[in-house]
């Protein structure tokens, strides 16, 4: 199991951007590629952004692709998700988690954190 903490969310108006952030204690973080996901609700939870283990591959999901960026910096384990342009379709829960097998496969492994709440104002 990866611990992960995800933090960053918040209040903000529809063309706005907020930085969401995941950090993880486990020393074995920099080996697993990771994926951001979210969850409106009534709805499931959907595939946003992945990042594999060094950060040179990426991929998005086509609702946010040009708006947000995924990285991460291994000596602080952590990853990131640059959320720009936001609109209210972007309210969500966002949750982070390893994708052990990315590239190319974009399913989580079995653990979540408690997500942060991203709540877009038009």
């Known amino acids: 199991q990866v611990p992960l903490v995800e933090s960053g969310g918040g209040l903000v108006q529809a063309g706005g951007s907020l930085r969401l952030s995941c950090a993880s204690s486990?020393?074995?973080?920099?080996?697993?590629?990771m994926g951001w996901f979210r969850q409106a609700p009534g709805k499931e939870r959907e595939f946003v952004a992945a990042?594999?283990?060094?950060?040179?591959?990426?991929y998005y999901a086509d609702s946010v692709k040009g708006r947000f960026t995924i990285s991460r910096d291994n000596t602080k384990n952590t990853v990131y998700l640059q959320m720009n342009s936001l609109k209210p379709e972007d309210m969500a829960v966002y949750y982070c988690?390893?994708?052990?097998?990315?590239?190319?496969?974009?399913?989580?492994?079995?653990?979540w954190g408690q997500g942060t709440q991203v709540t877009v104002s038009s």
């Open positions: 990042i594999n283990w060094n950060g040179a591959i990426t």
């Open positions: 486990a020393p074995t973080f920099s080996r697993y590629a």
């Open positions: 988690n390893t994708l052990p097998r990315f590239p190319p496969d974009q399913r989580p492994g079995p653990y």
